[in-house]
Structures are given as C-alpha cells and as structure tokens.
C-alpha cells in the first residue's frame, strides 16, 4: 500500500468545455460560475474568510484550498495578497487536488480573467505535470504554493502546517461526498490554528454538521448570485494531539542569522533555502573555497534514483528530483543532456519498466535498445529507462550561485559551538567566528565534531572518478549513461567515468586517487559496454569522500537532545507505544542536513527547502511519513525499539 493515500499516476481531470467554461466530465459540473468565476471567488473565499483583515500585520500566513480546479481562486488571492500584505511577508499556499488539470487545460481556463495575466502567467511558468504527492512551488515575493496531488483526506493526513485560512471548493458533496467527509473534517481541525477562518460555497445541512462536530463554528452568510447561502466558520476547537511525538517540529524561529558550516552542495542549498525567507545568512567552510570537497566533483551528474514500487525511498527520491529540476531551469550550471540508465540484464529490465509504467515522475521512457542507441548518439548493447531532464551539473558554479547574498567565510574551520542566551556561537581556534540565531550543521561526517551532534550515524566512503580522452566511437555519446556507474559525454576533450564507493582505506588522504580505483572503472564500464570502453585509458583522476547512513537517506531536520530523548522515551524499549508521550526535546535552534552519500545534487534543493520549513514553523513541503524517514532522531528511536 502507497502510505500518502495517493496513486503512482494522477487521474487526469477529465475536463470538457460548456460555452468557454471549464466543466469535469467526472462530477458534471463546472469549474466556476459562467462569466462570474473572478468575482465569485472573490466573495466566497477572500471576503469569506475576511481577507484582507486577517492577514493584516502577520509575518507569515498559510491557506489550504480543499479542489485547485482552475487555479482562480489561487491567483485572486495573490493579487490581493501583493496588494495589501505586508512588505517581507510570506504567503503559504496549499491545495488538494485529485484530479489535477494539464497545463494546456489549465492555460485554457485561466484565459478569460485578463485582468490577472500576471499572476497566470507566473503560475503557469512553474505548474508541474500531474504526478503523484506534494509539489512546492515558488512565484516569488514571498509566495510558495505546494499542490498535494492525491484524494483530500489521504493528503490532509500527511500534511504538517498550521492553517490560517480554508478555502472548501471542491464540487458540490452530492456529486464529490469523498471531499466532504469526516475525515476531511477532522484532518482539518487537526491543522487548524485557534480562530482559523473558514469559506466554502456549500450550505448543505451535511457540510455544516460535519464542521460543527469537528470543532468549527459555523454561521450561514450570503451566498453568491443565485445562490441564496453559503458557510462561513471559524475553529474554535481545542488543539489535536499529533501523532509521532518523536518527529514533532521544532519550535519555529523568528527571521535573524543563520550561521550554516559547511560550503557544499548541502550548505549553499540551506543558505539558498533561508535567504528566500529574509534570513541573513553565514557560510562557514574551512576550506580555501566553495565546493572544496566531495561536492566539487568534475562530473556531477543529476539524476533520481528511482523505485519500481512504493517504497519511502523511492518517494523521496521522486518528490526530489522534481523540485530540483524545476530549481535549475534555465541555470547556465546546468546541461539537461539527458540521462539512460540502462537495462544491465532482464530483471533490471523489468524493474526498469515498471517504473516507467507507474508514473512517479512525468516523462519517463523505457526505450527499445535500438531507441536507446538512438537517444545515445552512439550503438548501445540494451534497453534503457530516459531522463530527458537528467544531466550534468557543474557543482561548483552551482554552489557559487546558491551561495550569493549569504556571508562566506572560507579557511574557518568551526571547533566550537556554544549557547549565547538564545543563540549560538561558533569558534575556531582563532576565537569567535560568528553568532547567530540559529546554527545548520551541513558539513558532512564534520557534523559530528561537536558534543551536541556527536551521536549522527554517518559512514565515511571514498569515491574516485577517471578521466579519459574519447574514442571514435564515445566521441559520438550525447548524453550520460548510468549502468550502476555513469559514463559522462565528452567534454573538454574528457569522459569521466565512475565513481566508486568504497569505505576510505585507514590514514589515507580524503583526495587520495589509485590506479587500481581507475582500472575498476573502467571495468565495470567494459563490462556492460565493451564497445565504448574500448581505447579508453586514464589521463586523470580525482577523488573525495563522501558521507552516507545506513538506510542510505540523509538527516534533514532538528537535532534532538540525545539524552532528554532516550529518557522521554525510554518505555518504548519495552514496546509500550500507549504511553502519552511528551513532543521530542531539541536542542534550540540546532539543525543538521548531511550524510547524502552519493545523491547529493538530486536531494539538497528539497531537502533544503524542507530544512528551511523546520527552522520557520512554515508547513511542509513533504509528507509527514517522508519527513519521518529524513529525520535525524529516526536512528535515536531505532536504537530504543532494537532489541537489547
């Protein structure tokens, strides 16, 4: 079973047109009011739930939307928002949606309203084709929106936020009754902030009972045109206790400095994930430069790592790659040459198909080897699975680009870390290097030099990539091949190929290279494409280390006070999960985002944003039991429930 409730393949919407209106053929209704859609948002949903009064002076404001439909409702609000909301503000924006549109439907529908060009214009140069799960988006200015694509109630209940305001407007309970349901009603109240505005259009008996019994206070209001009545409420009921107390948020920070060590791909994401916010940032590397260890690699290749079922690391990996590849559209550092991952023999086949089949990503191939070949530019001996938006990244000039507007303090090595009053100091054998509200730790297995993360499970593996001059026949490659290592297209006269992944051999250097890691490359590039490895030999090589855990996912999240933990939850040892336990204690303002092994460049970018939203109080961009698999205290609970 798919834990987020949601199906490998979005159903599409179904949609059809009555006189230039948006219609579902599913529900047999349409998307808004002929003629009126614009205003009829407007009354429903912004005056509905006294906008632009409740957000008036806030820092931060969140709305989820029960049915995305067409947007309109989205795009009203922005307009408002940017109108009247305060400067430096940030908009959360969440919406269900089961059936999401197409961008060409959603184009379509949102033609008429010319009057919100802009902002349509915005939307649709970021709306994702429909696959499966949480999709964050940012238009800027302070805006995120994240579409949760799946059924409401299966969503909701992976959902982490505390919601300022609902927008119900899904299609009438009579003709959609899963969208009006008690789950929904109760997954609601459990996200709802005290005093959270509510509007929907419905004034069915059904509608007002279910939010009355989960907490809302409901009153009748005046609907729109024709419509004699419509619901507006408010949540007046008490706080729900949420579950996994162990993976509870941190509590959330005001806007200050955050001091982030580490200057790689892990480190210039944060910094990129926080400025976004208005946070200043520090970058503290103890190298000479950005991107001076393993995240420096001369052949970063980006690519997912997919799962044929619906395991959580396949989810993660999905969720993932899509937030990145949108991150870096149109970025010079970035060449989407396309990525075959290919078909080594027949159950890599078979798994390599399912994968294509269930949709956790859009645009998946699995090609004929002869397509294969033909995508490759040069003979392939077997199919492949394609990437088109797959490639190469150069990792340094990414790191610089994320980098820019933070503070970067290089050849600091942080030894220290202290509590200020309510902040943190970092030292170095200089003295003080900066203070700052809130400390990052993405500095890789360095992250566990200080007391307080001493614990964080991370192993150490060395990884060696060969450089050689092409041939004939690889000077013809066009994209990268991935057949459990990569091979690069040629540039600047050099394939690369690799990467090895092995634990570092004792006392040696994290940039140490060996003849025998070359000839193992090229092995195992001979070994599944003889015809390319063929006249290959190494002109060059480069090597560093990078820091992976066990389950191979990395820890995103708050450091959590390992004592305090074992004691809070030391019945758990003896499986006594009925307990009321208390949320997890953290060490305040302390975060850490390491141990991505070798998935660097394809999980920093959400992982960021996720780190970010952890910092903030800002909902989640993932699901609640994605966010669990990240989270640095899953190992502390795995040693207490591990049999002694």
Known sequence: MNPSGAKRGVTPAGLTWDQGTPASLRFGDVYYSR??????????????????????GLEAFTICELGFGSGLSFLATVRLWVETAAPHARLNYLAVEAHPLTPDELQRSLAPWTELAREADALLGIYPAPSPGFHRLHLGGGISLTLLYGDAAAMLSQ?????????????????NPEMWSVNVFQEMARLSRPGAHLATYSAAGQVRRGLQDAGFTVELAAGFGRKRDMVRARYTGGARTAPAPWFAPAAPSARGRAAIVGGGIAGTAVAAALARRGWAC????????????????????????????????????????????????????????????????????????????????????????????????????????LFPNGGRIDARALCAAEARGADVLLGRDAAALERTGSGWRLSDNGGAICDADVVVLANAGAARAFSRSAWLPLAARHGQITAAAPSLESAKLRCVLAYGG????????????????????PGAAEDAVSGADDARNLAQLAQVLPGLARGLTPSASWAGVRWTTSDHLPLVGPLADAAAFARDYAPLRHG???????????????????GFGSHGLALAP???????????????????????????????????????
């Not at 003629?35 to 008036?56: D, S």
């Not at 919601?163 to 899904?170: F, I, P």
Request: glycine fraction near 8%.
């Open 35 to 56: 003629g009126e859609g614009l205003a009829e948002k407007r009354h429903v949903f912004l005056a509905g739930c006294g906008l632009p009064g409740a957000w008036r």
């Open 159 to 175: 959902t982490r936020a505390r919601v300022d305001a609902w927008y119900l407007d899904g299609f009438a309970p009579s003709r």
């Open 282 to 385: 520090t970058l503290v590397e103890r190298r000479a430069t950005l991107a001076g260890a393993a995240s420096g690699t001369p052949a970063a290749v980006a690519m997912p790592r997919l799962t044929a079922g619906h395991a959580i690391d396949g989810r993660i990996h999905a969720a993932a790659w899509r937030y990145a590849a949108r991150s870096w559209n149109d970025r010079t550092f970035y060449t989407p040459c396309g990525v075959l991952q290919l078909a080594t023999d027949a159950a890599e086949a078979e798994r390599l198909g399912l994968i294509a089949d269930s949709g956790p990503l859009p645009a998946l191939e699995f090609l004929s080897r002869d397509a294969a070949s033909t995508a490759a530019g040069c003979a392939l001996p077997v199919p492949a699975l």
């Open 486 to 505: 990569t091979l690069t297209p040629a540039r600047d006269g050099l394939h690369h190929v690799g990467a090895t992944f092995s634990a570092p051999a």
């Open 576 to 594: 006594q999960h009925w307990v009321d336990y208390p949320p997890a204690a953290y060490e305040p303002g302390l975060y850490v985002m390491a």
């Open 606 to 644: 959400l992982c960021a944003e996720l780190l970010a939203s952890h910092v903030t109080g800002e909902p989640w961009p993932l699901e609640q039991d994605l966010v669990a698999a990240l989270h640095p205290s899953r190992f502390l609970l795995r040693d207490l429930k591990r049999p002694k």
